[in-house]
C-alpha cells in the first residue's frame, strides 16, 4: 500500500506545547499536564474516525537528559490517561536524535522531516493524504505537510523565528486543540492531494 493511498485518517499532534503543557525535557509523569482544549479536541476527532497519534521530537536523549527507558514510562502514562477520557491512542512516535549540524545532518525521522509520519502510516495503515498534523511551531507544519498531510498550527506564541518555506503555511491557525480539531471537522475532503515534489519528499 502506497502511504498516501487507502488506510485510516489519522490526526498527527505533536507533544510539548500542543498536547501536553511544555515543560522543557520532561518525562516525569506526574508533571504532565494537558493544555486547554486538548482532550475535548481528540474526543470529537476519535468520534469521527480518525486515529490519533503523538509524533514528538526528544533530544533529551541524545543529550543524556534521560533514557528511552524513562521516555517509553512517560509514553505508557500518556496513554493510560488518554484511554481514561476516552480517546485510544494508535501510536506514539518519537525522535530521539539531537539537531543536525554542519558536520552531522539531521536525522530522516527529526521534525521538519517526515520520517515519524511514515513510520506511523506502515505501521497503523493510515491514509496521509486524509490525514492531518496539529502543532504548535512551522516545523510541525513542515514535517506533517513534507509527509502528505494537511496541517493546523496552534498559535499559541512557540513560534519565535517564523522562518518561511514550502511547506511552512498552514492551512489554518487555532487557539487550542479543540479548536483545531472543529477545524479540521468542517473542512473538505481532498480530491485529488497536490503532488509532492521527490526533492523535498527526501529530505
Known amino acids: 500500500m502506497a502511504l498516501n493511498d487507502g488506510g ?22 506526574a508533571r504532565m499536564c494537558f493544555t486547554a482544549g486538548a482532550l475535548d479536541g ?10 490519533i497519534v503523538v509524533v514528538t521530537n526528544q533530544p533529551g536523549v541524545a543529550l543524556g537528559y534521560f533514557d528511552l527507558n524513562a521516555l517509553l514510562r512517560l509514553r505508557q502514562a500518556l496513554a493510560r490517561r488518554l484511554a481514561r477520557a476516552g480517546v485510544p491512542l494508535t501510536g506514539f512516535y518519537a525522535c530521539p536524535h539531537a539537531p543536525g549540524t554542519a558536520a552531522e545532518p539531521a536525522c530522516s525521522c527529526r521534525k521538519p522531516a517526515p520520517g515519524l509520519f511514515h513510520q506511523a502510516a506502515r505501521a497503523h495503515g493510515l491514509d496521509l493524504a486524509r490525514s492531518w498534523m496539529v502543532g504548535d511551531i512551522l516545523d510541525d507544519v513542515e514535517a506533517g505537510q ?28 487555532a487557539a487550542n486543540l479543540h479548536e483545531a480539531a472543529r477545524h479540521i471537522l468542517r473542512a473538505p475532503a481532498l480530491a485529488d492531494p497536490p503532488a509532492m515534489p521527490p526533492e523535498l519528499a527526501a529530505r
Open 8 to 29: 485510516d485518517p489519522a490526526v498527527f499532534v505533536d507533544k510539548d506545547g500542543t498536547l501536553v503543557e511544555d515543560q522543557p525535557y520532561n518525562v516525569d509523569p
Open 42 to 51: 481528540l474526543r470529537l476527532l476519535h468520534a469521527q474516525g480518525f486515529r
Open 146 to 173: 513534507r509527509a502528505g498531510c494537511r496541517s493546523v498550527l496552534l498559535d499559541v506564541g512557540n513560534e519565535t523565528v517564523w522562518k518561511s518555506g514550502p511547506w511552512r503555511t498552514p492551512h489554518a491557525r
